[in-house]
């Protein structure tokens, strides 16, 4: 038995999940990209993909550090590497999903020498050349 009256309308939140929702979430499987909206179970996905936009999770889903914060999958002792065809799948996720603006961050990669900023640069560069009108913030 309940003993808790229901939550006021006011409080509760609604979950938008838009039109692009499910063409959003279909091309990322195909394409086999990583987004910090899935990797870090964000809440606010919904929103962001009805608005046609999109956080990309560069360097692999598995994070180098142990925050606790975080949903983010932690290393364990495997070696991770750098994925090349990272670069252009992104710029086909954002050719098909016609992106205007896109996020990128990435996990902690301390394996690495530059920590993963040369990744950063190629897609970066990769995207620009394909979508000359994107528009890329960096995390």
Known sequence: ???HPRLPSWLKLHLNHGHNFNNIKRVLTEKGINTICYSANCPNKGECFSDNELTFLILGETCTRNCKYCNVKKAGSEKLGINENEIPKIV??????????????SVTRDDLPDGGADQFVKIVEGAKKAIPDIKIELL
């Open 92 to 105: 086909e996720v954002c050719k098909e999903l016609n992106l205007k603006y896109i996020v990128i961050t």
């Open 1 to 3: 038995m309940n003993n």
